[in-house]
Structure formats: C-alpha cells, structure tokens
T-cell receptor, first 114, second 112 residues
Framework: DTAVSQTPKYLVTQMGNDKSIKCEQNLGHDTMYWYKQDSKKFLKIMFS???????INETVPNRFSPKSPDKAHLNLHINSLELGDSAVYFC?????????????FGPGTRLLVL | RKEVEQDPGPFNVPEGATVAFNCTYS??????FFWYRQDCRKEPKLLMSVYSSGNEDGRFTAQLNRASQYISLLIRDSKLSDSATYLCVVIGRGSTLGRLYFGRGTQLTVWP
C-alpha cells in the first residue's frame, strides 16, 4: 500500500524515559513533517524536513530530536519524557503541485507518559 | 491571537440538513486555504482546497472572503458518514514550505 506509516501506534511509558517514533512514506514526496495534537485537539507543526534537510523547527524543547536518514524516513526521538509530552504525534509528507500543497498524514502515534 | 480560529461546535444535525462552518484567519498575506477532515482517533485528510472564486465538490461548497479573512464550508444533504471534525487550514504567503496553520476544528455529528 502507498501511504505514510508510523510505528508504534501506541506508546505508554514512564516519565524520564527516552523513546523513538518512526515514520516512513513511500509516496516519493520530498518533504516530511512531525505534528503534535494535544488534548485540546490543536494540531501544531513541530519539524519539517525537505530532502533530508531541516527546514522548519518550531519552538520545541531540545529533548525532541528529529532524524531523517533518507527522504522517505523521518524519525522522532524524545529524551527524558515528561507528562506534558502525552499527545498524538502525526507524521506527514507533502506533494506540491503548482502553488497547491497537499499533506498526507500517517495514522498517528498515541503517546501516554505516566 | 491564534492564526486560525474556528467555532469548535459541536454541531448536531439530522440527516439531510444543511450545515455551515466558518473560520477566520489572522494573517492577511495568507495564500492558500483548505478544509481537512479528521475522524475520531484518525489522521486528518484533505477534504478540499478553497479558491477565491469559491468551489464546489458534490455536496460540499467552500467559500473564501479575503477582505474579511473568512473561510466557510457548506455541507448540503448531510449524511451520517459526514460526522467528523472539520479543520480549517491556512498557508501564509512566503511561508516556509509546509508551514500549515490548523484551526482547532469544528465537530459535526449527523444523527439519523
């Protein structure tokens, strides 16, 4: 299937732990993103990579570190997890046609920090 | 002030009803506009782009008013399957590629 996939789908962990979320897209897109959707349902961009280069880095704690080994993968590593990190994390990739950009989202990773 | 503001609802309407959602954006230089749909516990998916002249896709009509910085989505003949959260999305002129701003979404429930 052509899609944006994320693993794991669910992640429950203790405060202070380090965890990673992986994302892969086989759509051939050049640009990938990480978003965070909190309990109030706001979807906010965290990072964006274009051809493995970081192009957007919103005000996100240094504990969050994205890594893009190639343009089809964008992983997110989180150090020293805190309660406030509990959220749904969505990966996305985008296709630009002319001036129109469409983003395709992965299924989300539901992170719960205890 | 948030970049994109939406009435969170919820809107509860019977099947067959017509329902309209509104959205305002703060950056007058915003260039591109979209409506995304997000089902419960699922990822957002593009519903439709919004063009200056207004556009229609089946039962869905999107309108843009640049002067008022206002976007709307009209759903006619609502179906049960339309129940979801509708997200207003804006991209600013000159923004770094991919800098989409999402509203918090308007929740719609269509009942039989």
């Amino acid at each position: 299937d052509t899609a944006v996939s994320q693993t794991p789908k669910y992640l429950v962990t203790q405060m202070g732990n380090d965890k990673s979320i992986k994302c892969e897209q086989n759509l051939g897109h050049d640009t990938m993103y990480w978003y965070k959707q909190d309990s109030k349902k706001f979807l906010k961009i965290m990072f964006s990579y274009n051809n493995k280069e970081l192009i957007i880095n919103e005000t996100v704690p240094n504990r969050f570190s994205p890594k893009s080994p190639d343009k089809a993968h964008l992983n997110l590593h989180i150090n020293s997890l805190e309660l406030g990190d509990s959220a749904v994390y969505f990966c996305a990739s985008s296709l630009v046609v002319g001036s129109q950009e469409t983003q395709y989202f992965g299924p989300g990773t539901r992170l719960l920090v205890l | 002030r948030k970049e994109v503001e939406q009435d969170p609802g919820p809107f509860n309407v019977p099947e067959g009803a017509t329902v309209a959602f509104n959205c305002t954006y703060s950056n007058s230089a915003s260039q591109s506009f979209f409506w995304y749909r997000q089902d419960c516990r699922k990822e957002p998916k593009l519903l439709m782009s919004v063009y200056s002249s207004g556009n229609e896709d089946g039962r869905f009509t999107a309108q843009l008013n640049r002067a008022s910085q206002y976007i709307s989505l009209l759903i006619r003949d609502s179906k049960l399957s339309d129940s979801a959260t509708y997200l207003c999305v804006v991209i600013g002129r000159g923004s770094t590629l991919g800098r989409l701003y999402f509203g918090r979404g308007t929740q719609l429930t269509v009942w039989p």
